[in-house]
């Protein structure tokens, strides 16, 4: 049975770009390769490539500062009230949380001498949740997901289901994933970094680019009559083939995209675009591609990543890539792949080129993880 649509009544984010892809500072309408600076860790003294939302990296306030940020600007534009607001359901997305409080803290005591420093003094998912239900009078206990690069989309389909079955009136969703030398160092271990850009589906790709974010969807059971984008649903599927990649044949990817048009009662012929998970590492393109087109083995929908503009975010990416389509879908276009020059003739997939005219209709969501989880988000322009 299809799963009821809800309306987006409101949203927000921090990225690298902002709040849109046709930010001035970034790509679109360019030419050449984009990428982010170049910035050293004073852990490793590695050099790596981030896109970062500041420099204010060692500033112990700079989590709650950008979250709270977000929220408010979020439930500004949802226009609940206050009443509302107390009753809303909170749902978080990360798989680092608030990792970069526990590094500044046991820094700042193994320079002062201090024997009782241990690496991570900041235990449990809550402390996040917690703040943000004191800063916003929020009365709900928080639901806080980690499921790697998943995380924040798994957030979105669990905030729907408890809406549709009465728990919550609203539900706001958050995804958070903020510079932290503990996740960067381990994918510059994994060598899974590339050089200088991200380039999903290009012969020449070489890996990933990792960003910061801070996202928040408000979706609720009533429109307010000015949503432009309903939340269908989704699907999610489990691959035990890896930990690190999808199984290279497709399958699963096939089965998450074919459990999410069931769930949803989405027929292939109403996809106008696919917003690829697009990670631009050698194993992924290939998954993501094959399981494209085994779902859709008569008509390929088009497809476009949005990494390339502002990172991979890994827990944050679900609420974020979600936003910035649907900014570009309001502004009338989907977005192109930036960094894309060559085909790979491996994949049989092309993502676009250029921009295309955004119509109404129904888009699909990619999103996967480590772990082996699989998650697609189906939302519809209206």
Do not use: W
């Not at 359901?89 to 046991?106: K, M, P």
């Not at 820094?107 to 809550?126: I, W």
């Not at 649903?233 to 497709?250: A, E, H, L, Q, V």
């Amino acid at each position: 049975m299809a799963s009821t649509k809800l309306p987006i009544i409101g949203y927000a984010c921090a990225s690298h770009l902002g709040e849109s892809l046709s930010n001035p500072s970034g790509p679109r309408g360019a030419t050449g390769q984009f990428g982010p600076p170049t910035l050293q860790l004073d852990s490793t003294r590695l050099q790596l490539p981030y896109y970062s939302l500041d420099d204010e990296f060692d500033d112990p306030d700079r989590t709650e500062r950008i979250l709270f940020e977000v929220i408010e600007k979020a439930l500004q534009r949802s226009q609940l009230s206050p009443a509302e607001i107390s009753r809303t359901g909170l749902f978080i997305g990360s798989s680092s949380y608030d990792l970069r409080d526990s590094e500044i803290d046991y820094r700042q005591k193994l320079e002062a001498g201090d024997q009782s420093a241990v690496p991570m003094p900041f235990t449990g998912y809550n402390r996040l949740g917690e703040s943000i239900c004191r800063k916003f009078s929020i009365d709900s206990e928080p639901f806080n997901i980690n499921s790697a690069c998943t995380s924040s989309a798994n957030a979105l389909l669990l905030a729907q289901s408890m809406v549709q079955q009465g728990f919550y009136e609203h539900a706001l969703v958050v995804g958070i994933e903020l510079y932290n030398e503990t996740t960067l160092n381990g994918f510059a271990g994994m060598q899974l970094i590339a050089e200088q850009r991200v380039a999903p589906f290009d012969k020449t790709r070489d890996g990933i680019i990792l960003g910061e974010s801070c996202s928040a969807v408000i979706i609720s059971r009533q429109s307010t009559g000015s949503a432009s984008l309903m939340l269908r649903g989704g699907g999610s599927c489990f691959d035990p083939y890896s930990i690190t990649t999808s199984n290279p044949d497709g399958s699963t990817i096939a089965q998450t995209l074919e459990n999410a048009l069931r769930d949803t009662g989405t027929e292939r012929s109403d996809v106008v675009a696919i917003k690829t998970h697009g990670t631009a590492t050698y194993m992924n393109d290939i998954s993501e591609s094959q399981g494209i087109l085994t779902a859709f083995p008569e008509q390929t929908p088009p497809i476009t990543a949005i990494k390339p503009y502002v990172g991979h975010t890994l827990g944050a990416c679900g609420t974020l890539e979600l936003i910035l389509f649907a900014e570009a879908l309001e502004q009338g276009y989907i977005p192109k792949t930036p960094n894309f020059e060559t085909s790979d003739p491996e994949l049989s997939l092309t993502p676009l080129h250029e921009d295309l005219d955004a119509t109404d209709g129904v888009y699909l969501l990619n999103y996967f993880g480590f772990g082996g989880s699989n998650t697609v988000l189906v939302v519809e322009k209206v």
